[in-house]
Nanobody, 119 residues
Framework: QVQLVESGGGLVQAGGSLRLSCAASGRTFSRYDMGWFRQAPGKEREFVGVMRWSGSSTYYTDSVKGRFTISTDNARITVYLQMNNLKAEDTAVYYC????????????WGRGTQVTVSS
């Protein structure tokens, strides 16, 4: 089992930046794809980005490309989502999730952290 806890959310003005953190505990010696998702009020949860388990590849949804960056510490115990040039439409609850690389669905989820961008 892996436990994930997000932090770093808050209120920021449009154009500002935030860095979200996702602290992992438990079975962290295994290798996982490390993803970020978000859910805005009244909308479905959507994929934001993922860092593959090898750390060699990252992928982002088009709406955040060039603005958001996923990184991790060397031990891959903390995953970060650096968010720059934030827009009102980035307002959502942000979740981190881990996936066993062979699986289609994500296996472990955090409880989320609220990000609110004021215009």
């Amino acid at each position: 089992q892996v436990q994930l806890v997000e932090s770093g959310g808050g209120l920021v003005q449009a154009g500002g930046s935030l860095r979200l953190s996702c602290a992992a505990s438990g079975r962290t010696f295994s290798r996982y794809d490390m993803g970020w998702f978000r859910q805005a009020p009244g909308k479905e949860r959507e994929f934001v980005g993922v860092m593959r388990w090898s750390g060699s590849s990252t992928y982002y949804t088009d709406s955040v490309k060039g603005r958001f960056t996923i990184s991790t510490d060397n031990a891959r115990i903390t995953v970060y989502l650096q968010m720059n040039n934030l827009k009102a439409e980035d307002t959502a609850v942000y979740y981190c999730a881990f996936r066993v690389p062979a699986h289609l669905e994500y296996d472990y989820w955090g409880r989320g952290t609220q990000v609110t961008v004021s215009s």
